[in-house]
T-cell receptor
Framework: AQTVTQSQPEMSVQEAETVTLSCTYD???????LFWYKQPPSRQMILVIR????KQQNATENRFSVNFQKAAKSFSLKISDSQLGDAAMYFC???????????????WGAGTKLIIKP | DTAVSQTPKYLVTQMGNDKSIKCEQN?????MYWYKQDSKKFLKIMFS???????INETVPNRFSPKSPDKAHLNLHINSLELGDSAVYFC????????????????FGPGTRLTVL
């Protein structure tokens, strides 16, 4: 069974600095998706970034980028120029890529709380 | 404009009561989900519906019953509420990547905070 591990329960960063949140996963599959979601105090779950495992290029969304290391099964999230609004819980998630199977389940990490220091 | 909506956002009730949470999505997605998020923020999948058929049913008590009148709605009914049911419940939806326009990304509703007294 697949698992997702976020080893940092909490991280803090100075405003305008860069921070990296780690995520590792365990799978025997070769095709899958990886996601980072953000949950601010408002509790809304917001998609930050999505990566397809067959793509070599790391996904990027404005100040958010990932370092996807498939062989190492690592999927870290880098936030550049941190802003106060980035303060939130960040969840890493895995989904297998199965054309026929109807199992659409996401496997979730435990989350990392990101604190932004003004 | 709301993509995935849930009602109510807050629900406070007594032990033993029966309650429902409604979810609607206007994204044209095929699959809808219910998650439970406990006080430690851990997300647990409860149910998933694909074209109105249950495809995931994790080990949740049978007091919880999902009902999908159509593929845009997935309601959660809870019987005989217990203290341990207090949590935030999220609805989500997605469209598989093998469907045109699908990306397998799950989009979430705002959550319903359920408090059982």
């Amino acid at each position: 069974a697949q698992t997702v591990t976020q080893s940092q329960p909490e991280m803090s960063v100075q405003e305008a600095e860069t921070v990296t949140l780690s995520c590792t996963y365990d799978t025997s599959e070769s095709d899958y998706y990886l996601f980072w979601y953000k949950q601010p105090p408002s509790r809304q779950m917001i998609l930050v970034i999505r990566q397809e495992a067959y793509k070599q290029q790391n996904a990027t969304e404005n100040r958010f980028s990932v370092n996807f290391q498939k062989a190492a099964k690592s999927f870290s999230l880098k936030i550049s120029d941190s802003q106060l609004g980035d303060a939130a819980m960040y969840f890493c998630a895995y989904r297998s890529y199965q054309l026929e199977d109807s199992n659409y389940q996401l496997i979730w990490g435990a989350g990392t709380k990101l604190i932004i220091k003004p | 404009d709301t993509a995935v909506s849930q009602t109510p956002k807050y629900l406070v009730t007594q032990m033993g009561n029966d309650k429902s949470i409604k979810c609607e999505q206007n994204l044209g997605h095929d699959t809808m989900y219910w998650y439970k998020q406990d006080s430690k923020k851990f997300l647990k999948i409860m149910f998933s519906y694909n074209n109105k058929e249950l495809i995931i049913n994790e080990t949740v008590p049978n007091r919880f019953s999902p009902k999908s009148p159509d593929k845009a709605h997935l309601n959660l009914h809870i019987n005989s509420l217990e203290l341990g049911d207090s949590a935030v419940y999220f609805c989500a939806s997605s469209l598989p990547s093998w469907r045109e326009g699908g990306t397998d990304t799950q989009y979430f509703g705002p959550g319903t905070r359920l408090t059982v007294l």
